[in-house]
């Protein structure tokens, strides 16, 4: 995609409104809105392969998955009982 198509993508990722679709619409030709699709499948597969390579460039088992284990934690069972806190006496197995 070239600089021109980037600044035609730009805009019609501007149209915010329905009714800025219909006025683009209608002041445009079909032309216009076959080259509409095909830059926004464009930009799409761009960012799918860009998504792909940014996931090859980190390791394999080199994720850095603190947080996620940070999270999950507080739902993971242990031998003591729950622990995210909510533990107590009255809870515990006989």
């Avoid at 619409?25 to 076959?34: I, L, M, R, S």
């Avoid at 699709?37 to 799918?48: F, G, M, P, T, W």
Wanted: charged fraction near 30%.
């Amino acid at each position: 995609m070239n600089d021109h198509d980037k600044g035609n993508l730009e805009f019609l990722m501007s149209l915010r409104t329905e009714q800025d679709w219909n006025d683009w619409w209608e002041a445009t030709t079909e032309d216009d809105h076959q080259y509409a699709l095909e830059l926004i499948v464009a930009a799409r597969l761009e960012l799918s392969v860009r998504t792909y390579e940014l996931l090859d460039e980190i390791p394999a088992g080199e994720e850095d998955l603190t947080l996620a284990k940070q999270v999950l934690s507080r739902y993971t069972l242990t031998n003591k009982g729950i622990s995210n806190g909510n533990y107590n006496e009255k809870n515990k197995r006989a």
